[in-house]
Protein backbone atom coordinates (compact mmCIF):
# COMPACT_ATOMS: atom_id res chain seq x y z
CA UNK A 1 0.00 0.00 0.00
CA UNK A 2 2.71 2.31 1.19
CA UNK A 3 4.66 1.32 -2.41
CA UNK A 4 1.57 2.41 -4.56
CA UNK A 5 1.75 5.87 -2.39
CA UNK A 6 5.22 6.85 -2.91
CA UNK A 7 5.20 5.39 -6.46
CA UNK A 8 8.20 3.05 -5.50
CA UNK A 9 8.85 -0.21 -7.11
CA UNK A 10 9.09 -3.77 -5.79
CA UNK A 11 10.17 -7.43 -6.16
CA UNK A 12 6.56 -8.34 -4.55
CA UNK A 13 5.06 -9.52 -7.75
CA UNK A 14 8.32 -11.81 -8.74
CA UNK A 15 8.34 -13.74 -5.08
CA UNK A 16 4.53 -14.65 -5.14
CA UNK A 17 5.07 -18.10 -7.08
CA UNK A 18 6.24 -19.98 -4.00
CA UNK A 19 6.12 -20.26 -0.24
CA UNK A 20 9.64 -19.09 0.58
CA UNK A 21 9.59 -16.41 -1.71
CA UNK A 22 6.44 -15.17 0.05
CA UNK A 23 8.07 -15.35 3.35
CA UNK A 24 11.01 -13.21 1.85
CA UNK A 25 8.45 -11.15 0.72
CA UNK A 26 6.45 -10.22 3.95
CA UNK A 27 10.07 -9.70 5.60
CA UNK A 28 10.58 -7.34 2.56
CA UNK A 29 8.05 -5.60 3.47
CA UNK A 30 7.90 -5.36 7.17
CA UNK A 31 11.40 -3.93 6.03
CA UNK A 32 10.24 -1.22 3.82
CA UNK A 33 7.86 -0.25 6.38
CA UNK A 34 10.48 0.33 9.14
CA UNK A 35 12.87 1.75 6.88
CA UNK A 36 9.68 4.30 6.00
CA UNK A 37 9.17 5.08 9.69
CA UNK A 38 12.53 5.63 10.39
CA UNK A 39 12.42 8.07 7.51
CA UNK A 40 9.48 10.27 8.62
CA UNK A 41 10.33 9.76 12.60
CA UNK A 42 12.40 13.31 12.41
CA UNK A 43 10.11 14.84 10.58
CA UNK A 44 6.90 13.47 13.29
CA UNK A 45 9.30 13.99 16.14
CA UNK A 46 9.95 18.28 15.08
CA UNK A 47 5.87 18.28 14.61
CA UNK A 48 5.63 17.03 18.26
CA UNK A 49 8.48 19.51 19.30
CA UNK A 50 7.01 22.73 17.54
CA UNK A 51 3.23 21.68 19.20
CA UNK A 52 4.23 21.78 22.53
CA UNK A 53 6.89 24.86 22.29
CA UNK A 54 5.35 26.91 19.84
CA UNK A 55 1.96 26.39 18.99
CA UNK A 56 0.45 25.54 22.16
CA UNK A 57 1.70 27.98 24.35
CA UNK A 58 0.18 30.62 21.70
CA UNK A 59 -3.19 29.34 22.38
CA UNK A 60 -2.90 29.35 25.63
CA UNK A 61 -1.56 33.19 25.85
CA UNK A 62 -4.26 34.32 22.82
CA UNK A 63 -7.12 32.47 24.83
CA UNK A 64 -5.67 34.47 28.09
CA UNK A 65 -5.89 38.01 26.01
CA UNK A 66 -9.03 36.93 24.56
CA UNK A 67 -10.51 36.39 28.46
CA UNK A 68 -8.86 39.55 29.54
CA UNK A 69 -10.60 41.43 26.96
CA UNK A 70 -14.18 40.11 27.67
CA UNK A 71 -13.63 40.88 31.44
CA UNK A 72 -13.10 44.63 30.71
CA UNK A 73 -15.43 47.01 32.66
CA UNK A 74 -15.95 50.38 33.46
CA UNK A 75 -13.42 51.96 36.04
CA UNK A 76 -10.89 49.66 34.90
CA UNK A 77 -7.34 51.04 35.04
CA UNK A 78 -5.36 49.88 31.72
CA UNK A 79 -2.14 50.02 29.54
CA UNK A 80 -1.88 50.11 25.98
CA UNK A 81 0.32 48.63 23.97
CA UNK A 82 1.46 52.74 22.99
CA UNK A 83 2.36 52.65 26.67
CA UNK A 84 -0.38 54.92 27.71
CA UNK A 85 -2.29 54.27 31.17
CA UNK A 86 -6.26 55.08 31.45
CA UNK A 87 -9.35 54.46 33.01
CA UNK A 88 -11.93 53.20 31.13
CA UNK A 89 -15.15 55.66 31.08
CA UNK A 90 -17.00 53.30 28.44
CA UNK A 91 -17.31 50.35 26.29
CA UNK A 92 -18.35 49.43 22.93
CA UNK A 93 -18.19 46.45 21.04
CA UNK A 94 -14.80 47.06 19.11
CA UNK A 95 -13.92 50.01 20.82
CA UNK A 96 -13.01 51.77 24.32
CA UNK A 97 -13.13 55.39 25.64
CA UNK A 98 -10.66 56.15 28.26
CA UNK A 99 -10.17 59.25 30.35
CA UNK A 100 -6.04 59.73 30.05
CA UNK A 101 -4.09 62.32 32.12
CA UNK A 102 -4.26 64.36 35.31
CA UNK A 103 -6.86 65.92 33.33
CA UNK A 104 -9.13 62.66 32.06
CA UNK A 105 -8.79 64.07 28.62
CA UNK A 106 -11.32 61.34 26.68
CA UNK A 107 -9.65 59.27 24.35
CA UNK A 108 -11.34 56.43 22.25
CA UNK A 109 -8.75 52.86 21.29
CA UNK A 110 -9.57 49.79 19.30
CA UNK A 111 -10.08 46.83 22.00
CA UNK A 112 -7.63 44.59 20.57
CA UNK A 113 -5.10 47.89 21.97
CA UNK A 114 -5.05 46.95 25.18
CA UNK A 115 -1.80 45.15 26.97
CA UNK A 116 -3.34 44.44 30.63
CA UNK A 117 -5.38 45.31 32.82
CA UNK A 118 -3.58 46.82 36.22
CA UNK A 119 -4.13 46.06 39.41
CA UNK A 120 -5.00 49.78 40.64
CA UNK A 121 -8.65 50.48 39.84
CA UNK A 122 -10.60 53.63 40.63
CA UNK A 123 -12.21 52.52 43.84
CA UNK A 124 -8.69 52.45 45.27
CA UNK A 125 -8.48 55.80 46.99
CA UNK A 126 -4.94 54.23 48.58
CA UNK A 127 -3.22 54.62 45.24
CA UNK A 128 -2.72 57.87 42.96
CA UNK A 129 -3.96 57.10 39.94
CA UNK A 130 -2.14 59.64 37.59
Known amino acids: MLERIFGISSALAENTTNAAGTAATQTDAGSTLLSYLITFAPMILIFVVFYFFLIRPQKKKDKQVKDMLNALKVGDRICTI ?14 VELAVGHQDTPMVLARWAIRSVEAVSIENDAETLN
Open 82 to 95: GGIYGTIISLRDDT
